[in-house]
């Protein structure tokens, strides 16, 4: 404990300073949420594709074409039964041409249309409806021009309304395509803020109030993390926005899922030792000093290592990815900043009476001399060490090796947990049409746009393609794909496409298929780059706090069985109880960092704790009574944390609930096994050995 921090826990918990500590940065914390808006910017096509892959070069060329086409709506027509007579086909196409010349766009010859007959759309062209050969549906595409992501929404909407409305007698009407998945995309954030904040802060609310069981305790860290996490938002916001950064929905939501996390997980800590100091210390005031000066280190270096694993993110090829890693790097600075310097001060301003019913006197028996549960624990893997490493490592090799079968990329169907409209209509679509009517391959280029349409055209599956918009050199080829979309044969279809353009310069192949297989291809590249660096973080942070070899090794290794072990019982779950025929391309990333980054919080409050004890008791002694005195909290951060990301699943998108379960799995495995259990018994194996070279006895 250094003298900069022990004046510094004087200062935090000091009889005449400590009203000002907890006052002031409550006051500016509220004064920038009234007067400081979160950031805001205008989203773009490329936020979620990767740097530089073929599919994003596609849409930022596309980019520089005329804007007045907008965004594709597939407008479906189907019969309620038998076929569409001609008098509906006669209302459909006058529909389809007053929402034409109402967006202002060109009749199409349909969404991907064919240059050779009308056949290449499974469907006679009638003006600008095209009608399937079954006569069951009949489809039109319509652009949508929307001004942002909001406007996009509101005018698919609007749009369904309308068209609802004209539906003639025994015919449904849907919206698909392009502008209707990423309005109905967007409507799955609609509101979400607010119920996953709402939804957080209940969770954590139920689990302190069970924790310390007081009806008063549980509103101070509360509140405290609550005023973080909302200034967390607005800071982290205008940060991106200030460095030009991407972010999307998803980001604040995480990051409000993160500071409430790892906030409470802070808070937990702080009060647990500050109730043991009660237990021997008169003087309130000087009980919280000594409790932080011996919290403030371990939190320190929890938080920096946290924030430094979330910054390789600045490593990934995806835009909002990066994003995210400095959002929740600056939501864990403050979360820990308010856990280290407003906590406390508030604590000690309502005196021992805020733990209510049950309150610390002195005299009362310290934690780490207790007969706990976790005491008891301790007592068993003392008897046994070595049966307990090779039981729980033996466990967890068992639920790893569900990662064998893993497989990773969501079909567009399956992104959802609520199959929306779009994603229903588009299936309709598909048995009526050629599959991949509703998503098309674009092949944008500056070549001579009729050479590069007869190499698509030559490419089998491909079973229609046009030259749809061409302007100051550039043109755009939709292509239509006999593949369902999200499948491999489509993604085969995109692989052959781009290999028949290949020779032309500057053509890039996109569209959704195309993205998705960016998106796996860059989504290995990042887990190659940034997991191994994660881990030099993590066991260099480790080293520089132990001052060991050993140890910080033992713990990177059981945090990597951890993740390994939550992946694969996380894949078992997701395909017997959640039938999930994937997992997204972006989790495993995701889940590494924040189960590694995460759960050495626990290895540093274990550890930490057992290097203080093993001055005086030695090393055996040291980590059982660490074991006793941490056991708990770390059991109620690690349930706490777990619940909280399981709040992930009230917003309908599988790769966020994927993600939630991942994070839930994993955080208890650690906290229940791994770091109650794993690790005390390698270190009462090793005995001194654990600390190598550094001797922390004597």
């Known amino acids: 404990m250094s003298a900069s921090t022990s004046r510094a826990a004087r200062l935090a918990a000091g009889r005449r300073t400590a009203w000002v500590v907890a006052l002031v940065p409550l006051l500016i914390a509220i004064a920038a949420l009234v007067l400081v808006p979160e950031g805001s910017r205008t989203a773009k096509a490329t936020d979620t594709l990767p740097a530089g892959a073929d599919s994003t070069l596609a849409v930022e060329l596309g980019d520089q074409l005329p804007e007045d086409e907008g965004q594709i709506a597939i407008v479906l027509w189907t019969a309620d039964s ?37 056949g290449g759309s499974g469907g006679a062209q009638q003006g600008p409806v095209v009608v399937a050969e079954d006569g069951t549906a009949a489809f039109a595409a319509v652009p949508v021009t929307s001004s942002s992501a909001t406007d996009n929404i509101d005018k698919i909407e609007s749009l369904r309304d309308q068209l609802r409305a004209d539906a003639p007698d025994g015919v449904t009407v849907q919206v698909t395509g392009p502008a209707g998945i990423q309005a109905d995309i967007g409507q799955v954030f609609d509101g979400a803020d607010t119920n996953l904040l709402l939804a957080t802060a209940g969770v954590v609310a139920l689990l302190l109030l069970i924790t310390y069981r007081s009806p008063i305790l549980w509103l101070v860290p509360l509140a405290v993390v609550g005023v973080a996490d909302r200034l967390a938002s607005v800071v982290a916001t205008n940060v991106l926005e200030v460095t030009g950064l991407a972010w999307d929905e998803s980001t604040v939501g995480i990051l409000s899922v993160l500071v409430f996390g790892a906030g409470t997980d802070y808070a937990l800590l702080l009060i647990s030792r500050y109730r043991d100091e009660l237990k021997t210390t008169e003087s309130r005031h000087e009980a919280m000093a000594h409790a932080l000066s011996r919290t403030t280190e371990a939190v320190l270096s929890s938080a920096t290592t946290v924030v430094l694993g979330l910054l390789t993110l600045l490593l990934s090829a995806i835009p909002t990815t990066r994003g995210l890693g400095v959002a929740c790097a600056v939501g864990v600075v403050i979360a820990a900043t308010f856990a280290l310097v407003v906590l406390p001060a508030a604590l000690v301003l309502f005196g021992r009476w805020v733990f209510w019913p049950r309150v610390p006197h002195v005299g009362d028996t310290v934690l780490v001399d207790s007969n706990s549960l976790w005491h008891r624990v301790g007592d068993a893997v003392a008897r046994r060490p070595r049966t307990f490493v090779v039981g729980t490592v033996a466990g967890l090799a068992v639920l790893a090796s569900g990662t064998l079968s893993i497989t990773t990329g969501l079909d567009p169907a399956d992104q959802f947990l609520q199959r929306p409209e779009a994603i229903s209509a588009a299936e309709r679509l598909g048995q009526s049409f050629p599959a991949g009517t509703s998503d098309p391959i674009h092949v944008v280029t500056r070549a001579e746009p009729q050479q590069v349409l007869a190499a698509v055209e030559d490419v089998d599956g491909v079973s229609s393609a046009r030259v749809t918009t061409e302007a100051g050199g550039i043109a755009r080829i939709d292509a239509v794909p006999d593949a369902d979309p999200g499948s491999d044969a489509a993604a085969s279809i995109v692989t052959d496409v781009r290999g028949a353009v290949a020779d032309f310069d500057d053509t890039h192949v996109g569209g959704g298929d195309a993205e998705s297989l960016d998106a796996g291809d860059y989504a290995g590249q990042d887990r190659l780059v940034i997991l191994p660096l994660i881990l030099l973080l993590v066991l260099g942070a480790l080293l520089l706090l132990l001052r060991s070899i050993v140890a910080p090794l033992l713990l990177v290794a059981t945090v990597v069985a951890t993740y390994a072990a939550s992946m694969g019982a996380s894949w078992w779950l997701f395909r017997t109880v959640f039938d999930f025929d994937a997992m997204d391309t972006g989790v495993p990333l995701l889940a590494f960092l924040f189960l590694v980054a995460l759960g050495v919080d626990y290895n540093i409050f274990l550890v930490t704790r057992a290097r203080e004890e093993a001055r005086q008791h030695g090393t055996r002694t040291g980590m059982l009574r660490a074991l006793t005195a941490t056991g708990g909290v770390i059991t109620s951060a690690g349930i706490l944390l777990a619940a909280v990301f399981a709040v992930l699943g009230v917003l309908p998108l599988v790769v966020l609930a994927q993600l939630g ?25 090793l005995g001194e050995k654990f600390w190598w070279p550094r001797k922390v006895t004597g």
Do not use: H, Y
């Not at 196409?93 to 010859?109: D, I, R, S, T």
């Not at 379960?661 to 794993?678: E, K, M, Y």
């Open 661 to 685: 379960a991942i994070i839930f799995v994993g955080v208890l495995l650690d906290t229940l096994l791994v770091r109650t259990v794993l690790v005390p018994a390698l270190a009462l194996t």
């Open 82 to 118: 038998g076929k569409l007579d001609q008098s509906a086909i006669e209302d459909l196409n006058g529909q389809a041409v007053q929402l034409l010349q109402k967006e202002g766009g060109a009749q199409p010859e349909g969404a991907g249309g064919q240059s050779r007959g009308s």
